[in-house]
């Protein structure tokens, strides 16, 4: 459905200023920072097209992650971008021809690891400034770098920058922050070298200083060089910055590069969920930079507000508006604002689910962006949709993430729609997760999705209908989509059956995260039980102190919250659990609960050990509400030809998962409608192909 767009307002007018960044102009003030995708050097086409369409979206500078520039800085299986030869200069060629295409600038972030590397793919040495073990786990150490290692640095830093500018970039990064080597040269506890590159303030700033002298002199008549730079050295236990020499640090290098780009030296607040950490977080450790430099300033602060973005300007905070998460959420963010299509902006929500595609090496997804990754893959693109193949009309069961993601998408494909749902509440799990702590800006992916509904004439809600076999058929639709969701179960699974806890012949009080969500909070001391590792656990626990119970979270899992780790937060919920006086109960296996004694199997030993508490709250695995398709599929005797419509079960309902897979799930039910791929070759593959010259790999299109 075409949107009615109108002139954007003149109050963002500041944010489509062209930027000059030393020898190249960016149209506007809109960057995407480096961020990491799970693509890297492994996925070139598909990491390609994902930054073409942000630049179709009006970004006026886009950014690769970051380009290990040695083969000893290899971060594999964490899949790393790469600067180490011609292949890798044709291969980055895909992504600077297509974001130059709309006009956008692009920029490259060279990287070396230190000691975050373990090189486990190329098996090189990992070098850092001492011999220290591998910052990240695994069991290899450094070698601490002599002179000769560091000249070798600077010539792959150089040779690096030199395949950047020939790969077409406009923009070549020193990369000094988030713990990698570099940062490490400026750490006054860690570089106590006796050379000219450690002890004090000068000889540890030199490295950074000769960097970008030599990417200046390299390749700077063509790129604008960056820096990469905290602003804070530690966060206070207070929260407050602590700065320590980094302004006087800052000082001594504010003119020599042609942009900073700045970052803080805690990551679970730069990068954090929003659970967490809010819009703009940075501003107080950052304040400072703007006035110390003449050099435009960028930095992040997941914006989606662009008033917040105005004053961030206004007040000389920064000149770019910095975005990693807000791009992958709207690629098209910067072009809905120019064309005054603000209500079309569809926000981030902070959930980091695009985080863990780099934690599990793969590629990025998005909660909020079904097409996020999928750009190449699949051809999907955020704004366009392929017009309906039919004039059918389609009845969506359900109106949670999944089912109203498939009406909103078929909405725009044009079909007729309807939308049913039992409850008087659109956004099922959404709606209701977002009423627990920290969880608001959950509630986006429905509003995002009821605003674009709101403006759609082809497509009708009914609230408060819940569907059966008899009212599906009496709708008489052409497809049917059941998108019921799922519930919590009360019992666990034991790695083979699912077991009940509750003792023999008692009825003891448990409870899943459904009934406190629903308001069914117990009395007194209270055990919750997480064998689910993702948010959940933790946040019931929470919502159950702020309700007044003593709280003991146990998990069979070493770590509390331990999947959050992939969305970089659990650290911080073991703090903020640990803050509120939650106990904690680790690699503990619930095994019985009398509704006075709870009994835990320690996972290693066997041992039990026993827990009073008045009620159990388990938080272990969902069991889809798919009645309404299972009896649809009995009344034709589990043979849906004969049914008088398609019919599939899509989101939750179909298979239980985080709420990007719903939302994925509806929107592909939506785009394959009338349009369905080769179910035996659903998937593009994007990869070096081997096969045809001798010299070595070359790409080809599958
Ligand atoms: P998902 O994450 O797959 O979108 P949710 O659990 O968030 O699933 O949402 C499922 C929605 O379906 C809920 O709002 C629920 O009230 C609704 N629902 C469940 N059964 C029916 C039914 N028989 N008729 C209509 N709506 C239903
Ligand atoms: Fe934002 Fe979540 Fe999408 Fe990442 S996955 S961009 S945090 S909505």
Not at 199 to 222: C, Q, S, W
Not at 263 to 292: C, H, Q, T
Not at 368 to 390: C, D, L, V, Y
Not at 565 to 577: A, F, I, N, Q
Request: proline letters at 5%; one cysteine or more; hydrophobic letters at 35%.
């Amino acid at each position: 459905m075409p949107r009615d767009t109108h002139d954007r307002d003149p109050r963002y007018d500041i944010l489509f200023e062209p930027m000059q960044i030393g020898p190249v102009t960016a149209k506007n003030r809109f960057y995407q920072v480096p961020h990491c995708t799970g693509m890297g050097h492994l996925r070139p086409r598909t990491l390609a097209e994902m930054r073409r369409v942000k630049a179709e979206g009006g970004w006026g500078v886009v950014c690769t992650e970051y380009n290990s520039i040695h083969p000893s800085s290899d971060d594999l299986p964490t899949p790393s971008a790469a600067l180490w030869n011609d292949s890798d200069i044709r291969a980055h060629r895909l992504m600077t021809d297509a974001v130059h295409e709309h006009g956008a600038l692009a920029g490259a972030e060279l990287w070396y690891g230190g000691h975050r590397t373990a090189n486990l793919m190329t098996r090189e040495v990992s070098m850092d400034l001492q011999s220290v073990p591998n910052a990240v786990g695994h069991p290899f150490q450094t070698r601490a770098m002599d002179r000769t290692d560091i000249r070798n640095l600077r010539r792959w830093h150089r040779n690096a920058a030199l395949r950047a500018r020939d790969a077409g970039f406009d923009i070549v990064y020193v990369y000094c922050t988030h713990t990698y080597l570099l940062s490490n040269f400026l750490n006054p506890r860690i570089n106590t070298r006796g050379d000219e590159y450690g002890g004090r303030l000068e000889n540890r700033t030199r490295l950074i200083r000769e960097l970008i002298e030599d990417t200046k002199e390299a390749v700077g008549d063509r790129c604008a060089v960056a820096v990469r730079w905290a602003a804070d050295e530690q966060v206070g236990k207070d929260g407050q910055p602590i700065h320590g020499e980094r302004r006087e640090m800052f000082e001594m290098m504010a003119e020599l590069p042609d942009l900073w780009d700045i970052n803080i030296a805690d990551y679970s607040l730069e990068m954090g969920v929003s659970r967490f950490i809010k819009e703009g977080s940075l501003e107080p450790y950052m304040d400072f930079v703007k006035s110390m430099t003449t050099k435009p300033v960028v930095t992040v602060g997941r914006f989606t507000s662009p008033d917040a973005m105005v004053s961030q300007i206004r007040r000389g905070v920064v000149d770019f508006i910095g975005a990693a998460r807000p791009s992958i959420a709207d690629p098209f963010l910067p072009k809905k604002i120019e064309e005054g299509d603000l209500s079309a902006i569809r926000e981030c929500i902070g959930c980091n689910i695009c985080y863990s595609g780099d934690s599990t090496g793969t590629p990025i997804r998005c909660t909020q962006n079904p097409t996020m990754g999928e750009e190449w893959r699949k051809g999907w693109h955020p704004e366009r949709i392929e017009p309906a193949g039919s004039d059918s009309s389609v009845l969506i069961v359900g109106a949670g993430p999944a089912g109203l993601e498939a009406a909103r998408a078929l909405g725009q494909r044009g079909y007729r729609v309807m939308l049913a749902e039992a409850t008087t509440e659109l956004g099922g799990r959404v709606s209701r997760e977002s009423a627990l702590p920290g969880m608001s800006e959950y509630a986006r992916v429905r509003d995002y999705r009821l605003q674009q509904l709101q403006e759609m004439v082809n497509v009708e809600v009914f609230l408060d209908s819940r569907m059966g076999v008899e009212e599906v058929m009496e709708v008489g639709a052409d497809h049917v989509a059941i998108a019921t969701g799922a519930r919590w179960r009360r019992d666990r699974y034991n790695g083979e059956v699912y077991v009940d806890i509750a003792a023999p012949g008692s009825e003891p009080l448990i409870l899943t995260p459904d009934d406190i969500m629903a308001g069914r909070m117990p009395e007194g001391d209270v055990l919750v039980y997480d064998e689910d590792g993702y948010y959940m656990g933790g946040v019931i626990a929470e919502a159950l102190v702020a309700n007044g119970n003593a709280v003991t979270l146990a998990s069979p899992s070493e770590s509390v919250s331990e999947w959050a780790g992939k969305t970089s937060e659990r650290w911080r919920v073991r703090r903020h659990l640990a803050g509120m006086g939650v106990r904690f109960a680790l690699a503990q296996e619930l095994t019985l609960f009398d509704g006075k004694t709870a009994t835990l199997a320690d996972v290693f030993s066997g041992e039990n050990t026993t827990l009073d508490v008045a009620a159990v709250v388990m938080v272990t695995a969902r069991a889809p509400v798919d009645a309404l398709y299972q009896d649809l599929m009995t009344s034709v005797e589990g043979d849906a030809d004969r049914l008088p419509f398609t019919l599939k079960r899509i989101g939750d309902c179909e298979a239980p998962a985080i709420v990007a897979a719903a939302t994925y799930a509806g929107h592909r039910y939506a785009r394959e409608l009338d349009n369905a791929p080769d179910p035996d070759e659903p998937l593009k593959h994007d990869r070096v192909d081997v096969g045809e010259t001798p010299e070595g790999a070359h790409l080809r299109e599958e």
